[in-house]
């Protein structure tokens, strides 16, 4: 009977905090920027060349892959996934970085439960709603819905 290899989870020294950030572990986060007064909750993974910025909540059971950046005062609810392989090629990119692509989140964005993210953009203003899969960018703040999420509403900005 063999043994099996155990990966350290936690908190790797090359993260760059903030003032004020809060996590609750477990949590797995290496390689990315966590701005002032962040808050993480449990069971969340945060991957290298992310940005979280200012006074953002994510909330337990949340996977942010590299190359997300999400803006200051956002909500990313419980068992949100991004996502930054598209299977261009049929398939996993298998280690090839160069097939993923960004995702860029904007500022005052309300991220739904258990909804998925592809690599597009998403400006200021927007609320995803629970469980919607968003596969393209976002350029006109409001609400969005559905699979694939579409606007159901405008919103007003309140700064």
């Not at 090839?96 to 991220?111: A, E, Q, R, Y």
């Not at 469980?131 to 606007?151: D, E, M």
């Amino acid at each position: 009977m063999t043994s099996p290899s155990f990966k350290y989870i936690g908190i790797r020294e090359d993260v760059e905090f903030g003032k004020d950030v809060v996590l609750v572990e477990p949590v797995n986060i290496y390689g990315c920027n966590i701005s002032d007064s962040v808050f993480i909750g449990p069971f969340v993974e945060i991957q290298k060349d992310v940005r979280i910025g200012a006074r953002t909540k994510i909330q337990s059971h949340t996977f942010i892959c590299e190359l997300v950046s999400i803006g200051a005062d956002c909500f990313v609810g419980h068992g949100v996934m991004f996502v930054n392989d598209l299977f261009s090629n049929g398939g996993p990119a298998r280690g090839d970085k160069t097939l993923w692509k960004s995702t860029i989140i904007g500022n005052h964005v309300s991220i739904g439960s258990n909804a998925t993210i592809l690599p597009v953009e998403i400006c200021d203003y927007v609320v995803i709603g629970a469980g919607s899969v968003v596969t393209k960018s976002i350029t006109s703040s409001g609400i969005y819905a559905g699979n694939p999420a579409v606007k159901i509403k405008d919103i007003e900005q309140n700064g």
